[in-house]
């Protein structure tokens, strides 16, 4: 079965800390995404990336950061943590064939984190 | 860029009766719309998706319609069952550029007893 796998499913973090949120997909995808998911604002994308050291920003790039040094992982880096980032974080992969298909997105379960 | 609306945000229906969700595009390239089921806790999950050569695609108790020319296409839930709580979005995209797919804010349907 294939999986994306995020690392942890709940954090808390302080305001000023540097927060890593990790993403691993099994698939072989060359495309990793990553959102915000908030009540009543849906799947904001954050940030993407097709291709390992790539990186694109999304609609809201703003405080955070993007690391994709292999294929399979795509972290993501709130540089400065703030209480407005307190959301659920979901990473995203897709294969660029797969989606010519039709195929869609992989999901992980995503990250809750609270910034206090 | 594509636009996605999805109606309504949130729907309650009776156990057993029929649910509907649906969603405008902006962009008249788009060819691929997937819809997305999150359950509680979950990360959402593809459920049925349609390609704009097909007008109609069934998978059990689940329907998508597409109607190109207005750009609507929409989710149909029949005999409702406990299990279909959850959130639903739609999306759009144009599969032969490998767009990025483009997510509507979701529907949050309620299954009543």
């Known amino acids: 079965d294939v999986k994306v796998t995020q690392s942890s499913r709940y954090l808390v973090k302080r305001t000023g800390e540097k927060v890593f949120l990790e993403c691993v997909q099994d698939m072989d995808h060359e495309n990793m995404f990553w959102y915000r998911q908030d009540p009543g604002l849906g799947l904001r994308l954050i940030y993407f990336s097709y291709d390992v050291k790539m990186k694109e920003k999304g609609d809201i790039p703003e405080g955070y950061s993007v690391s994709r040094e292999k294929k399979e992982r795509f972290s993501l880096i709130l540089e400065s943590a703030s209480t407005n980032q307190t959301s659920m974080y979901l990473c995203?992969?897709?294969?660029?064939?797969?989606?010519?298909?039709?195929?869609?997105?992989?999901f992980g379960s995503g990250t809750r984190l609270t910034v206090v | 860029g594509e636009n996605v609306e999805q109606h309504p945000s949130t729907l309650s229906v009776q156990e057993g009766d029929s649910a509907v969700i649906k969603c405008t595009y902006s962009d008249s390239a788009s060819n691929y719309f997937p819809w997305y089921k999150q359950e509680l806790g979950k990360g959402p999950q593809l459920i049925i998706d349609?390609?704009?050569?097909?007008g109609e695609k069934k998978d059990q108790r689940i329907a998508v319609t597409l109607n190109k020319t207005a750009k609507h296409f929409s989710l149909h839930i029949t005999e409702t069952q406990p299990e279909d709580s959850a959130v639903y979005f739609c999306?759009?995209?144009?599969?032969?550029?490998?767009?990025?797919?483009?997510f509507g804010k979701g529907t949050r349907l309620h299954i009543l007893p």
């Open positions: 999306a759009a995209s144009n599969a032969n550029r490998d767009d990025k797919i483009i």
């Open positions: 349609i390609r704009s050569n097909v």
């Open positions: 995203a992969s897709s294969s660029t064939f797969r989606a010519r298909a039709g195929h869609g997105y992989t």
